[in-house]
């Protein structure tokens, strides 16, 4: 499955990666998990999403929590919890 | 209405626009939001603020239809602005309009509590020593949680 990924604020600054087209592995089921798996994906990736505290993410521009299934997601977003207004 | 912009707002001009001719309105409330200096150790330079687009617009799209759900409102109007700003520009402007006041008061600062909370923005400080991204502050969520106790 061919998913897009965007990463905002310091999670983009941390990773390098604005946007990018990603071949996730089938075994990735709930947000939970996809957020393990990108920390094993390199150094940078590892220091910005051990936070896990503070990483949102949103499926298909809407907001999802740990336990929310990626079955058919084209767009996930990484980013810091918001501080507009 | 929404509008996610670059550019400054005049608010006496989008009251206007919001409210011309319209005589089923007796309540106007507008809430501004503007950058704020440092302190004297720490003053800012700048402020950067980077978004979601798209999903900016169908967030702040889903937090006016909430609005309108719980009251009987006659106008809503969500402006805010991304880019780099200085202090003392205007960053949001949240405008309600209803037949009477309590609905506009209560309203319009649902809409902040739940902007602040959802809306996907980011603000970037830049002071003389580098830049920082500010952090959410906690009494954010301790002001969403006051809509769901009711």
């Known amino acids: 499955m061919s998913v897009k990924f965007l990463y905002f604020a310091w999670l983009r600054e941390q990773t390098g990666i604005a946007e990018e087209e990603v071949a996730l592995p089938d075994d990735i089921s709930t947000v939970g998990d996809l957020i393990k798996w990108q920390r094993a994906r390199g150094p940078e990736f590892e220091s910005a999403f051990g936070q896990d505290d503070v990483i949102r993410v949103a499926i298909d521009q809407s907001h999802a929590s740990p336990e929310t299934m990626l079955a058919g997601a084209r767009e996930i977003a990484f980013f810091p919890p918001v501080t507009g207004g | ?150």
Do not use: C
């Not at chain 2, 800012?44 to 799209?61: D, F, K, N, Q, R």
């Not at chain 2, 719980?70 to 205007?90: A, S, Y």
């Not at chain 2, 002071?127 to 301790?142: E, L, M, Q, Y």
């Open chain 2, 1 to 150: 209405m929404i509008k996610v912009q670059a550019e400054d707002f005049d608010i006496g001009a989008e009251v206007k626009a919001l409210t011309e001719g319209r005589t089923d309105i007796g309540a106007i409330v507008t809430f501004t939001g503007t950058v704020r200096d440092g302190s004297a150790d720490n003053p800012l330079v700048s402020m950067t603020l980077e978004h979601y687009p798209g999903m900016t617009e169908s967030e702040l799209a889903r937090i006016e239809k909430e609005a309108n759900e719980r009251w009987r409102l006659q106008g809503v109007l969500i402006i805010h602005r991304f880019g780099e700003l200085k202090p003392g520009d205007n960053i949001v402007l949240v405008v309600t309009a209803s037949r009477h006041r309590q609905a506009a008061f209560d309203a319009a600062s649902f809409l902040m509590d739940f902007l602040k909370t959802n809306a996907p923005f980011w603000k970037k400080e830049t002071g003389p020593d580098g830049a920082n991204w500010v952090a959410a502050k906690s009494s954010d969520d301790d002001a969403l949680d006051k809509w769901s106790e009711d």
